[in-house]
T-cell receptor, first 114, second 111 residues
Framework: DVKVTQSSRYLVKRTGEKVFLECVQD?????MFWYRQDPGLGLRLIYF???????EKGDIPEGYSVSREKKERFSLILESASTNQTSMYLC?????????????FGPGTRLTVT | GDSVTQMEGPVTLSEEAFLTINCTYT??????LFWYVQYPGEGLQLLLK?????DKGSNKGFEATYRKETTSFHLEKGSVQVSDSAVYFC??????????FGQGTELSVKP
């Protein structure tokens, strides 16, 4: 079974703080994604990575950056947290060419910025 | 651009009731269509999928049929259980390989 873990389930940070969210997967998937989930808006893609050290902007990259130094680990960075970044953050992985065509999700990190 | 629209929730049903959650999409070409489910406190997991017109995806008693003529992929279950309470997301994978999600529909099943 694919396992996708996220460093924290709940996080509370202050406005202006630098925040790191980490995601680790154990199935050697090339592709990793960061989404944020907000009520009524569904999932919106922030950034994704299709290989080590590679990254691509998603639909809402402003205020975020990412790092992928190792294949199994994908970090989301909020350079200076703001209250409008309070949200649920979901990490996902995907194997290129997979017949099942399934993205595997972590349990999520609920971030509150005060 | 490509998009997915789901019926608004929350949907509240009694146990053993019939469930329909509507989903329509806009996309060029022939996208693959998915339903993902998010149980309380968990990440999303794939429930079912269909890759071409008239395909029916099914899993755990849930079904959805890919209707090209109406650009729809409605989720149905004949008899829901309390354990089906979750948020359901319709999604498509477009020609560029991007996965696009609807806004999610929360289902609450009462005993």
């Amino acid at each position: 079974d694919v396992k996708v873990t996220q460093s924290s389930r709940y996080l509370v940070k202050r406005t202006g703080e630098k925040v790191f969210l980490e995601c680790v997967q154990d199935m050697d998937h090339e592709n990793m994604f960061w989404y944020r989930q907000d009520p009524g808006l569904g999932l919106r893609l922030i950034y994704f990575s299709y290989d080590v050290k590679m990254k691509e902007k998603g639909d809402i990259p402003e205020g975020y950056s990412v790092s992928r130094e190792k294949k199994e680990r994908f970090s989301l960075i909020l350079e200076s947290a703001s209250t409008n970044q309070t949200s649920m953050y979901l990490c996902a992985t995907y194997r290129t060419g997979s017949f099942k065509d399934e993205q595997y999700f972590g349990p999520g990190t609920r971030l509150t910025v005060t | 651009g490509d998009s997915v629209t789901q019926m608004e929730g929350p949907v509240t049903l009694s146990e053993e009731a019939f469930l329909t959650i509507n989903c329509t999409y806009t996309a060029t070409g022939y996208p693959s269509l998915f339903w993902y489910v998010q149980y309380p406190g968990e990440g999303l997991q794939l429930l079912l999928k269909a890759t071409k017109a008239d395909d029916k995806g099914s899993n755990k008693g849930f079904e959805a049929t890919y209707r090209k003529e109406t650009t729809s992929f409605h989720l149905e279950k004949g008899s829901v259980q309390v354990s089906d309470s979750a948020v359901y997301f319709c999604a498509l994978r477009n020609q560029g390989g991007k996965l696009i999600f609807g806004q999610g529909t929360e289902l609450s099943v009462k005993p």
